[in-house]
Every structure is written in structure tokens, then in C-alpha cells.
């Protein structure tokens, strides 16, 4: 009988801990999404702004006036969230497909989050970079370092190394967020033969998103 019980605790506190990553994993791309749009509304606002004497702007009006032509996206909607949901879903169906879902459907769908595999300065495969950034105007992935050396001033800016590439980068439109880092660390669970270790991924969203689980 107290088998029974702690059984009965052991998943109650397992469902516990899955809702608050859930909640996490939630709350950490509708924020990543919000700062996205914000950055682009003052890029917009930079562009189209004129100075005009004797006339003070309020910013912060004229900020939130612009996002409002950006609109939120639903964080379900979101690659990072659908691989968490089957990352979970994995943990305890293994071997059973999603519903509704196949598995071949969303490899694709986290894979299209990295368009190279490699820096193109430094020759670094994306998961070995120490401090990985990713353009945002292209979404080309750099190592720092050499990002910094390649474009010099940070007043300056060069042609996307990636070969084909058409914009231009700066280390103004250079980012780091978590939805990279989780991208690169799917991409290492996922290593050279392509497998995908669904606890292990729940770990290292677990780590990026500093959740404790009990």
C-alpha cells in the first residue's frame, strides 16, 4: 500500500514539474518574441524618424504606436515549442507517434531553425562556438570573436560571409538569445547520426530556462 502511495506521489510531483517547464518554456518565448518585436519596431521608428524643433518626442509612445504593426505570435506555434512537446511526449510514449503528428514533420521543422552548420569566419561547427550569435536580418549563424574581427568597428558594417548572402551585418544586428542556444542544443542532442535523446533534450531546456524540477 505505501508502494502504492509513493507511486501516486512520484507522478503527481513528475506532472507538477512538467507544467512549470511547460509554463517556462511558455513564458520565455512569448518574452523572446516581444523583445523581436520591439527591436524591429525601433529599427522602423530609426528609419522613418524626423526631428522636429521645439517638439519633444515621446519614444515610448511612438514605440508601442509601432509594434502595434508587428503582431504577436502564439508561442505554440513556435518550433522550440513543438519540440519540447515532443520531447515530453517521447518521455513517456516511446515509440508511439503523436498524435496528429509525424515524425518526419518535425524533423524538419527543427531543423529549418539553423541555416549553417558552421561559422562562416572561423570554420567552428555552430555547437562547439563558446559565444554563438545569429544575424538578425539573414539568420546566419557567427562565432563572436571572429564576427568582431571580420567587421571591425562597431560603427561598421560587412557583407554576410555566407556565400550567396545579400544583406549585410553589423555587431548591431548580431543576437544572442535562448531560442538559438536551444536550437544549438537540440542540434548536439541530435549529434552526427541524427537521434534524438528526448530526456536529455528536457535537460538542457531545463538548464536554459534555470527551472529547478523537484
Known amino acids: 500500500m505505501d508502494r502504492a502511495f509513493d507511486s501516486v506521489d512520484d507522478s503527481t510531483r513528475s506532472l507538477v514539474s512538467v507544467k512549470k517547464?511547460?509554463?517556462?518554456?511558455?513564458?520565455?518565448?512569448?518574452?523572446?518574441?516581444?523583445?523581436e518585436r520591439h527591436r524591429k519596431a525601433m529599427q522602423a521608428l530609426k528609419a522613418s524618424y524626423q526631428f522636429t524643433a521645439n517638439?519633444?518626442?515621446?519614444?515610448?509612445?511612438?514605440?508601442?504606436?509601432?509594434?502595434?504593426?508587428?503582431?504577436a505570435t502564439n508561442p505554440k506555434d513556435h518550433p522550440i515549442y513543438k519540440q519540447f512537446e515532443e520531447a515530453i511526449w517521447n518521455v513517456h510514449n516511446s515509440g508511439v507517434p503523436m498524435p496528429g503528428q509525424e515524425q518526419a514533420e518535425i524533423l524538419c521543422t527543427t531543423q529549418?531553425?539553423?541555416?549553417?552548420?558552421?561559422?562562416?569566419?572561423s570554420g567552428k561547427h555552430v555547437t562547439e562556438l563558446e559565444n554563438p550569435v545569429r544575424c538578425?536580418?539573414?539568420r546566419h549563424i557567427y562565432d563572436l570573436p571572429a564576427a568582431r574581427g571580420y567587421i571591425g568597428s562597431r560603427l561598421q558594417s560587412k557583407r554576410c560571409a555566407v556565400a550567396g548572402c545579400p544583406k549585410n551585418i553589423s555587431l548591431q544586428n548580431l543576437v544572442r538569445d535562448a531560442t538559438?542556444?536551444?536550437?544549438?542544443?537540440?542540434?548536439?542532442m541530435r549529434g552526427d547520426g541524427g537521434?534524438?535523446?528526448?530526456?536529455?533534450?528536457?535537460?538542457?531546456?531545463?538548464?536554459?530556462?534555470?527551472?529547478?524540477?523537484?
Open 21 to 35: 517547464l511547460d509554463e517556462a518554456v511558455l513564458e520565455l518565448l512569448t518574452a523572446t518574441d516581444e523583445l
Open 55 to 71: 517638439q519633444p518626442t515621446d519614444f515610448s509612445k511612438s514605440c508601442k504606436a509601432e509594434m502595434q504593426n508587428f503582431p
Open 112 to 121: 529549418a531553425g539553423i541555416l549553417n552548420r558552421t561559422c562562416p569566419i
Open 136 to 138: 538578425s536580418e539573414c
Open 180 to 188: 538559438l542556444d536551444m536550437e544549438i542544443a537540440e542540434l548536439r
Open 195 to 214: 537521434e534524438t535523446h528526448t530526456h536529455t533534450v528536457v535537460e538542457e531546456l531545463d538548464d536554459i530556462l534555470d527551472v529547478e524540477i523537484e
